[in-house]
């Protein structure tokens, strides 16, 4: 079964406008961490931003901020004001406590084109 | 300042073959990983060690074979290449903290192994 899934194959947003990508995610670890990576057109993996599963507040930074609703168990990403250099595949991934946070479950992925 | 190092970038070499990227870190993790990224842009784990010691091994055929000198370095070697073999591969590095307070992992650019 899919532990995490990515429903949005790929988004187009217009440059400086705000995009959610979507994450929902299933685990009934009560101890669990949530994370969001870019992997721009260049290949590398670059974290953006976290939420533990004990976090009673939306984890922000910079521009990205989390929207976590544990009882939907979902974890979507916001970006706002959306930058050319924004386009990319964006990745949701989760840890569970009981695998001792050493395996990390990836979802399939969003491609995001950003418009100028 | 590379935090997380592998070579070579890119490998090309032909079917039955048997070969070896590397992979050192130099943030003092004691966890690293390696996974396959698919033509798909699927990311899935492969394998987790801990202070030298495996931790995950995700139904990875045995052809392929991790080996970690020290906590700085892990190695990938695959023996008899197959064309399935074909993807990019990625290690990466982590601290060794309880899943909830986060911590974030640390790719390396990545190889892209081509078996033909």
């Known amino acids: 079964a899919q532990k995490i899934t990515q429903t949005q194959p790929g988004m187009f947003v217009q440059e400086k406008e705000a995009v959610t990508l979507d994450c929902t995610y299933d685990t009934s670890d009560p101890s669990y961490g949530l994370f969001w990576y870019k992997q721009p057109s260049s290949g590398e993996m670059i974290f953006l931003i976290y939420?533990?599963?004990?976090?009673?507040q939306n984890a922000t930074e910079g521009r990205y901020s989390l929207n976590f609703q544990k009882a939907r168990k979902s974890a979507n990403l916001v970006i706002s004001a959306s930058q050319l250099g924004d386009s990319a595949m964006y990745f949701c991934?989760?840890?569970?406590?009981?695998?001792?946070?050493?395996?990390?479950?990836f979802g399939a992925g969003t491609r995001l084109f950003v418009k100028a | 300042d590379t935090a997380v190092s592998q070579t070579p970038k890119y490998l090309v070499t032909q079917m039955g073959n048997d070969k070896s990227i590397k992979c050192e870190q130099n943030?003092?993790?004691?966890?690293m990983y390696w996974y396959k990224q698919d033509s798909k842009k699927f990311l899935k784990i492969m394998f987790s060690?801990?202070?030298?010691?495996?931790?995950i091994n995700e139904t990875v055929p045995n052809r392929f074979s991790p080996k970690s000198p020290d906590k700085a370095h892990l190695n990938l070697h695959i023996n008899s290449l197959e064309l399935g073999d074909s993807a990019v591969y990625f290690c990466a590095s982590s601290e060794d903290r309880p899943v909830i307070n986060g911590y974030e992992q640390y790719f390396g650019p990545g190889t892209r192994l081509t078996v033909t």
């Open positions: 991934a989760m840890r569970e406590g009981s695998t001792g946070g050493f395996k990390t479950i």
């Open positions: 943030l003092g993790h004691d966890t």
């Open positions: 060690y801990n202070n030298k010691e495996l931790i």
């Open positions: 939420q533990g599963s004990y976090d009673q």
